[in-house]
C-alpha cells in the first residue's frame, strides 16, 4: 500500500503488555463492505472510489509503533512479529521506529508524525484501544466535512473518548463522581464544523471541546509544519495541550462528530491514583510546567494578533494555575520517605515563588 488514508501513531514506554491488545482492536476494526460503504450515506462522487473501499477489509492505514527508549523495548520486535504478518495480509504497512533515549511523549509523537506517510494522523496510547467502528467513524467524519470530497474535508476530525477505570468501586461515591466528571470531559467535542480563530476560541474561552490528542485526526502536513517549528521538548503531562494549543494557532478547520472512535484506560501513568514510589516518575509529573514554560515564551516573543487574544492570555494562565494545583495535589501520593525531595523537584519545574503563591491559594 502506497498511499494510506490514516498514519496511527502508537508511542511506547513500559506499556508492552498492553500493546496486543491495542493492535488486537486494530484488526478487529469494523470492515468495510457494502452495507456500511453507501454511496447516499457518504455522498461519494467517484464511482471507483466506492468500488475500492467495498472489496477493501480496512480502510488505507499504516501502523507506526514508536519505542521511546522504553525499558522493555527489547521486547517490541518479539511483540509486534505476528501481527505484522496478520497485518501485511491485509496490507497494512506496521513500522517499529525507535529512540536510544527516552525522550519523553512530545518528542514520541514527533517522531510518530514526521514518519507518516497518511493524509492524516491519528495518535493513539499503547495502553488503550480502539472500539470496533473507530476507523469508520473516522472516515464518515471526514466525508462530511468535506460534503463527500475528502480533498476538502477538515484538517482536525474530533470524536468521543469512552472511559474506563478498571476496579472502580461504584459505592466510593467521591470516585465515581471523578469517573463522571472526567468521563464528560473526555467526551466533550464540538459538533459539527468550525475553522480560524474560532477553533482556538471554542477550546480555549468556551471550553466546548477538549485537547485531547487520542480522539482525533491531524491533517499530517499540519503536525509536520507544527512540529517543524516546535522546539524539543521533555514532556510527558499535558503534552497534549502543548501541541494543540500550537496546532490552533494555525487557524485549522475542525469538524466534530457524535461518535465514540477511541476507548481510554485511566488506571495506568502518572495520572492514576497509586502511590507515587520514585522521583524518576514524580519528575515526569512536573513536566507539564515545561508545557506553559514554552507556550508562555512564545507568546512574550509572538504576541497573538487577534480579535480575541485579550481573552485567550487569561485562559492560559488559568490552565497553568490548574496544572500547578493539580502537581501539589499529586506530591501527596509521593512515598513520604521521598516527599521532600520531590518537592524540590516541584519547585525547579515551577519555580519556587509560583509554588508558593499556588499554596497560599489553595489553603
Known amino acids: 500500500m502506497n498511499n494510506p488514508l490514516i498514519s496511527l501513531s502508537v508511542p511506547v514506554y513500559g506499556t508492552e503488555s498492553t500493546l496486543p491488545a491495542l493492535l488486537d482492536s486494530i484488526l478487529e476494526q469494523q470492515p468495510l463492505h457494502e452495507s456500511s460503504v453507501r454511496e447516499g450515506d457518504f455522498f461519494l462522487t467517484e464511482e471507483a472510489s466506492l468500488r475500492s473501499l467495498r472489496s477493501s477489509r480496512f480502510l488505507p492505514i499504516e501502523i507506526l509503533i514508536v519505542n521511546d527508549g522504553s525499558p522493555g523495548g527489547s521486547a517490541l520486535p518479539k511483540i509486534i512479529k505476528p501481527y505484522k504478518k496478520k497485518f501485511k495480509a491485509l496490507g497494512v504497512p506496521l513500522t517499529l521506529l525507535e529512540h536510544r533515549k527516552n525522550l519523553g511523549l512530545v518528542e514520541a509523537r514527533r517522531t510518530g508524525a514526521m514518519a507518516a506517510s497518511g ?86 474561552t468556551k471550553k466546548e471541546h477538549s485537547s485531547f490528542l487520542c480522539a482525533k485526526l491531524f491533517r499530517t502536513r499540519l503536525l509536520q509544519e507544527v512540529y517543524a517549528e516546535l522546539p524539543h521538548t521533555f514532556c510527558t503531562m499535558a503534552e497534549d495541550l502543548l501541541l494543540y494549543f500550537f496546532v490552533l494557532l494555525k487557524k485549522p478547520s475542525y469538524y466534530g462528530i457524535d461518535s465514540f472512535v477511541y476507548n481510554y484506560t485511566n488506571d495506568t501513568g502518572i495520572t492514576s491514583n497509586t502511590e507515587i514510589t520514585s522521583l524518576e516518575r514524580w519528575e515526569k509529573a512536573c513536566t507539564a510546567a515545561s508545557v506553559f514554560t514554552v507556550i508562555f515564551d512564545y507568546l512574550q516573543e509572538h504576541p497573538l494578533d487577534c480579535p480575541r487574544a485579550a481573552e485567550f492570555t487569561p485562559a492560559l494562565e488559568k490552565l497553568c494555575l490548574n496544572h500547578a494545583m493539580m502537581n501539589l495535589h499529586h506530591l501527596e501520593r509521593v512515598t513520604p520517605s521521598l516527599r521532600e525531595e520531590a518537592y524540590k523537584i516541584l519547585c525547579d519545574y515551577w519555580g519556587e515563588d509560583y509554588v508558593k503563591r499556588v499554596e497560599k491559594m489553595t489553603k
Do not use: T
Not at 184 to 189: A, L, P, R
Open 119 to 204: 493524509e492524516w494522523v491519528c495518535c493513539i496510547d499503547s495502553d488503550d484501544i480502539l472500539p470496533p467502528e473507530a476507523l469508520l467513524n473516522f472516515y464518515k467524519g471526514l466525508l462530511a466535512s468535506g460534503n463527500g470530497n475528502l480533498a476538502y474535508a477538515a484538517d482536525i476530525i474530533h470524536g468521543k473518548m469512552r472511559l474506563f477505570v478498571p476496579g472502580l468501586d461504584p459505592s466510593d461515591k467521591k470516585a465515581a463522581e471523578k469517573f463522571n466528571a472526567f468521563s464528560k470531559s473526555v467526551q466533550s467535542i464540538h459538533k459539527g464544523f468550525l475553522s480560524g480563530e474560532d477553533v482556538l476560541e471554542n477550546f480555549l
